[in-house]
């Protein structure tokens, strides 16, 4: 392949991310955001701005209920659509994981990610179980009555679902920064595609697997 050549397959766009995908983490992002806001509002009544963002304080518990529901459904459905990718590790993950993916020091011959490298392997299984955990505690608190809850069990849920949001809330603001530091990974949740030099860079083994089922050479 001659230079011209190989300069038009590395700006050649990817489809990394489907529709459905898209979706989905654009619905657990929102109802995240809607739900941080919002649960702020309720732990901290002196902050009396944000509920009248929503037009009063039992607007702004309705939002926060509701939005519990979407994101409830968006990690289920999140799990669903990438347990395969997110939750199966190789000793490749591991030695990237020791290497810390060439992000956080100069490192030679750090291994191939596949779909997902092994620090958003991680970030998965961690929004998985803290979304969880918020899901569980959120319908605890939300239906104590109907479920027939006793009391030391109710106000046992506060801190846990509290825990849910302080591990979740410091894995996405990494998962935002390191999603916004490197140049092109927001074109994967928005439009879905990337270039072909982006994902040899950052997916160069999930590449190798794209290029031997479309029948071409890496």
Known sequence: MNNKAS??????????????????????????????????GMMFQSFSFIPALFGGYEWMKLFHNYSGLVFCISTLCAFLVWFKDGFTFTNN???WLK?????????????DAGRFNAGQKLYFILKVL?????SITGFMMWFPITLGLPRVMVLFCYPLHVLGVVILSGTVVVHIFMGT???????????????????????????KEHDSQQ???Y
């Open 130 to 134: 803290s979304g969880a955990i918020m």
């Open 215 to 217: 029948g071409r050479d």
């Open 7 to 40: 300069a038009r397959s590395d700006l050649e766009l990817i489809e990394i991310t489907n529709g459905v995908e898209r979706v989905v983490h654009w619905l657990f992002a929102i109802s995240f955001i809607l739900l941080f806001i919002t649960g702020f």
């Open 99 to 111: 290497k810390g993916g060439g992000y956080l020091w100069d490192v030679n011959d750090v291994p």
């Open 181 to 207: 530091a490197n140049p092109g990974t927001v074109q994967a949740m928005l439009t879905g595609k990337v270039i072909r030099a982006w994902v040899r860079l950052q997916h160069g083994a999930w590449l």
């Open 93 to 95: 993950d591991i030695i």
